[in-house]
């Protein structure tokens, strides 16, 4: 945080920095109750937010806000969950619909069951989020390079692999000198 704040100052002495560090999931760490930065004559200091200790109706003021909603302090989570997906479908822009379910889904994966998200969150609507989709492709690509690099330990060639995994023959002949260099190491 301090590299941050004297690169800012850096840019703009002028401009005015607030740094804040958000912590989304109790802890027992004593980080949390940390507020500054101390290393020989230096002292940074920066403000915490622990989110399980603000209410979750706060949260739910803001259509910004609504994903932290289920991580605020509530007596019933999935009910804070409910109602963040009733504020939601009050908006109007689809785009942003669909960017706070998916937002509201993988922040309230930190303290409910993938089941219970599912069945209070439209996972049709969340599957157009560009947030989804970006971590649905980076997913695939990940499997497709795990087949690649089996088909790779198994003594398929690189000919065989690329087309059948849709991978480039450059991209196989990587994996294969991670692979080799994995091995030597």
Request: proline share 3%; hydrophobic share 40%.
């Given at each position: 945080?301090?590299?941050?704040?004297?690169?800012?100052?850096?840019?703009?002495?002028?401009?005015?920095?607030?740094?804040?560090?958000?912590?989304?999931?109790?802890?027992?760490?004593?980080?949390?109750?940390?507020?500054?930065?101390?290393?020989?004559?230096?002292?940074?200091?920066?403000?915490?937010?622990?989110?399980?200790?603000?209410?979750?109706?706060?949260?739910?003021?803001?259509?910004?806000?609504?994903?932290?909603?289920?991580?605020?302090?509530?007596?019933?989570?999935?009910?804070?969950?409910?109602?963040?997906?009733?504020?939601?479908?009050?908006?109007?822009?689809?785009?942003?619909?669909?960017?706070?379910?998916?937002?509201?889904?993988?922040?309230?994966?930190?303290?409910?069951?993938?089941?219970?998200?599912?069945?209070?969150?439209?996972?049709?609507?969340?599957?157009?989020?560009?947030?989804?989709?970006?971590?649905?492709?980076?997913?695939?690509?990940?499997?497709?390079?795990?087949?690649?690099?089996?088909?790779?330990?198994?003594?398929?060639?690189?000919?065989?692999i690329a087309p059948?995994?849709?991978?480039?023959?450059?991209?196989?002949?990587?994996?294969?000198?991670?692979?080799?260099?994995?091995?030597?190491?």
């Open positions: 945080m301090l590299d941050y704040r004297v690169r800012g100052y850096r840019k703009d002495p002028t401009k005015p920095m607030r740094q804040i560090v958000i912590y989304l999931k109790q802890t027992a760490s004593e980080r949390v109750d940390q507020t500054s930065f101390e290393m020989e004559n230096t002292r940074h200091e920066f403000e915490v937010v622990r989110i399980w200790e603000q209410p979750a109706s706060l949260f739910l003021q803001y259509p910004g806000l609504i994903p932290f909603a289920s991580l605020g302090q509530s007596a019933d989570t999935e009910e804070t969950l409910r109602q963040a997906a009733r504020r939601i479908d009050q908006i109007a822009d689809p785009t942003t619909q669909a960017n706070l379910v998916a937002a509201s889904g993988i922040l309230a994966g930190l303290k409910l069951k993938d089941d219970v998200i599912y069945h209070i969150l439209r996972r049709d609507i969340m599957q157009e989020s560009t947030v989804y989709r970006s971590i649905w492709r980076e997913a695939e690509e990940e499997k497709t390079r795990a087949i690649a690099l089996n088909l790779l330990r198994r003594g398929v060639a690189i000919d065989i059948s995994t849709g991978l480039s023959i450059e991209e196989v002949q990587q994996l294969q000198q991670q692979l080799n260099g994995s091995a030597q190491s």
